[in-house]
């Protein structure tokens, strides 16, 4: 019986204790003020302007106003601009030339400098300064390098009576000429993150493969490697994110030349805009590289994340 | 409650007091952007004009001399990377732009036609300016609709610049010790390969890298001198014609036997000129003053046998022309008060009545009485440049995105020249490029 009253007045109480306290996982409303100032820049800086840049790219507009409703007509255009699908295989073949040699050579360094010495320290220093330079700076740099006749280029060149290649006026080098300078510029990051991963590998791994006499490449392939992938997955996306945006080294480098060979589409893409005044053109080649660097960061995502599942 | 109301009253009161007083004890301010680089090193604390040099050298002299002069307006300068216009277009995009600002005489029909600019002639007449006064060249540059759109400065125009003691080792000169210059294409390219047997340098120095203006200029010029009517119709360009197709073909024939400097850009050009490295350097009216200081100074290359200078030689037996633009000084449409107003008229009305120290560039006065006096023909090399004044002509005044158009033009003909790309395929994508760009204004 007083087993029987005892879950009765139980279920009472608790019934009376709901009343009182309100649900801990309801919502409550006034939270969202922690959130809101975030939420507001969010909203007007991110999520109205990707709209709105939709929007103008449907219209016949420039930067002094939107004129009329022209549908698909700028997206018609840019596909029948042999120069428009140009700079995306520019940007492209960027991607391809920079992303791989960053991923590479900042690993290489990575792996090389990873240890407790001075000189280390000092080289991680030497190769990460380069990345606290402004492009400005950066391509200054590189353009005195390669700038013909008078270039640091040309003069070691002209030590041995050869002629330098041009690379800023070529235009199977100009490119390549871009992608070194960038890789020069951005090697620093890269670089910092194979070396923070590299230090959160166990030590007893390596102690305990030096027990079983590994070789220093079998301890490198078996064991260094596979405990940095995902660190490799991270800078793969990064760096496609970051040099799908290509614009400042091309501009102050070759401004996109000889003959667009070197223009990338966030170039194009201020051409349009500012010198042509055409911004619903420029909006919408906009649209496209925002699908194209989306499309890149989500392949990567879901191929690391399928490795991820394996490992 | 009541003193806390007090003090929001004072305190509202001290930043009413303040911002009452401002104006009255503070000069005017003048916003003014323009390009020709930047020279404070050299010039920033100079106000006499007269000492400076160079296209710089001077305009931050007369700035500086305009600040001392007038202590009721200051004047900020932002100095912007030639020619300035994407930052200016975004500057008005923005509602932000200066006040008044350099645009050529081809540029101020895109600004103007959008209602970004203001229109002057009453300003002008306030501060007793007449458009009488402009030359006709400079007159019908800042011209649209009928009314005046910038304060104009200047006309100017490629020039070919001669290395006079090359000139003479390659047996270039006439007997009255003036270089012998070309009268149609055979000839040109004769004298260039005489030119680079006896020196060993190219005839030209030319900025072909990273360059697409001095492709479109050149191109203009040798199809006004063979008649082309290419921009008959503003709105649709023909160039797809034999006409071009002769202009691209010289400028290969001389790129393909290296009688040209090649992968210079712009500076690395004046460099390679001012080292000696070659006869000819295409350039405008506004390095005459720097080429002719250099000149004067031992030791240099252009001192070794002189500088001169002369207009495009008449390659082709069509009229006698050449491609010519000018500088503005342009005021942005804003709410103004009287006292800025003022203040503008008396900035515009400072640069016409300098317009003989500007002209010391090498520019053409835009003030007819300069070109005419005796001051200003006594200035070096004015002499064997004076025909510009007749020969400079410029694209029609309706052809809108002039700059654009250049892109286009010097991307198209540099790929041509240096063999990327076939002269027909370049001339007609060019063509198609440009109407595409006029038919989507």
């Known amino acids: 019986m007083a087993e029987a009253a005892i879950p009765g007045s139980g279920s009472a109480a608790s019934a009376s204790v709901r009343q009182a306290v309100p649900d801990v996982n309801a919502p409550i409303w006034r939270n969202a003020l922690f959130v809101a100032p975030y939420l507001f820049f969010f909203l007007t800086l991110l999520v109205v302007p990707l709209f709105w840049g939709v929007w103008l790219s449907l219209h016949k507009a420039d930067a002094f106003g939107i004129g009329r409703f022209v549908g698909l007509d700028n997206y018609f255009r840019l596909f029948r601009d042999k120069i428009f699908l140009q700079v995306i295989g520019n940007t492209f073949y960027f991607v391809l030339l920079t992303v791989p040699a960053l991923a590479v050579i900042g690993l290489l360094l990575a792996l090389a400098l990873n240890r407790n010495a001075r000189t280390a320290a000092a080289l991680r220093a030497v190769y990460f300064a380069s990345s606290v330079l402004s492009v400005t700076i950066v391509t200054l740099i590189w353009r005195t390098v390669f700038i013909g006749n008078f270039g640091l280029l040309a003069t070691v060149y002209g030590w041995f009576g050869a002629t330098a290649p041009a690379f800023l006026s070529d235009p199977k080098l100009a490119m390549i000429g871009i992608a070194i300078a960038t890789v020069w510029w951005c090697i620093g990051l890269p670089m910092m993150l194979f070396l923070s991963a590299l230090q959160q590998v166990p030590r007893e791994i390596y102690e305990a493969a030096s027990l079983d006499n590994a070789s220093r490449w079998g301890t490198l392939w078996h064991i260094t490697l596979p405990s940095i992938r995902r660190t490799f997955v991270l800078v793969i996306i990064i760096e496609i994110v970051l040099q799908f945006q290509l614009f400042g080294q091309a501009w102050l480098m070759t401004k996109g030349g000889p003959n667009n060979a070197s223009k990338p589409i966030v170039l194009y893409i201020y051409e349009a805009t500012f010198i042509k005044w055409d911004l619903g053109l420029g909006a919408a080649a906009s649209e496209i590289l925002f699908i194209l660097i989306m499309i890149a960061a989500l392949a990567q995502y879901f191929i690391s994340r399928r490795k991820g599942e394996e490992g | ?441």
């Open chain 2, 1 to 441: 409650m009541t003193l806390t109301l007090r003090k929001y009253m004072l305190a509202a009161a001290s930043v009413l007091a303040l911002a009452a007083s401002t104006p009255a004890m503070a000069a005017t301010e003048l916003t003014v952007q323009r390009f020709f680089g930047a020279c404070d090193a050299e010039f920033g604390t100079n106000t006499d004009a007269s000492k400076a040099v160079g296209e710089c050298g001077i305009i931050t002299s007369l700035i500086n001399k305009f600040n001392a002069d007038n202590p009721d307006v200051q004047v900020s300068v932002t100095t912007v990377e030639w020619p300035g216009y994407d930052q200016l277009t975004a500057q008005f995009a923005a509602g932000d732009p200066p006040d008044i600002v350099t645009i050529h005489h081809s540029v101020l029909g895109d600004y103007q036609s959008r209602g970004l600019l203001m229109p002057l002639d009453d300003l002008l007449k306030s501060v007793g300016i007449s458009p009488s006064d402009f030359t006709d060249a400079s007159l019908s540059g800042v011209t649209k609709d009928g009314q005046i759109y910038g304060l104009p400065i200047d006309n100017w125009t490629m020039l070919f610049h001669i290395n006079m003691d090359l000139f003479k080792k390659a047996g270039l000169v006439n007997a009255d010790g003036t270089p012998k210059l070309p009268t149609s294409v055979d000839e040109l390219m004769a004298q260039a390969k005489e030119f680079k047997e006896k020196t060993g340098k190219p005839y030209f120095v030319q900025n072909l890298a990273n360059e697409v203006a001095l492709y479109t200029r050149n191109l203009y010029t040798y199809l006004f001198q063979q008649d082309s009517d290419f921009f008959a119709d503003p709105k649709q360009v023909k160039l797809n014609t034999p006409e071009a197709k002769k202009v691209l073909e010289m400028y290969k024939a001389i790129y393909d036997n290296d009688y040209t400097t090649k992968d210079m850009d712009y500076a690395a050009g004046i460099n390679a000129f001012l080292a000696g490295e070659g006869g000819v350097h295409l350039n405008g009216t506004w390095v005459i003053g720097d080429y002719n200081a250099s000149s004067e100074t031992a030791g240099t290359a252009l001192n070794a046998g002189g500088y001169a200078v002369y207009p495009y030689p008449q390659l082709f037996p069509g009229k006698k022309a050449q491609y010519a633009d000018g500088h503005s000084w342009a005021v942005s449409q804003k709410d103004r008060t009287p006292e800025e107003q003022a203040a503008i008229g008396k900035f515009l009305k400072f640069f016409n009545d300098n317009d003989f120290e500007w002209s010391r560039t090498g520019h053409l006065p835009a003030v007819k009485a300069v070109l005419d006096s005796e001051k200003f023909k006594a200035l070096p090399h004015r002499d064997t440049i004076a025909a510009v004044a007749t020969l400079g002509t410029p694209l029609p005044s309706a052809v809108q995105r002039q700059f654009a158009i250049q892109d286009i033009i010097g991307q198209e003909m540099n790929a041509a020249i240096t063999g990327q790309k076939e002269i027909d395929a370049a001339l007609t994508d060019m063509e198609a490029r440009i109407n595409e760009l006029l038919a989507n204004i």
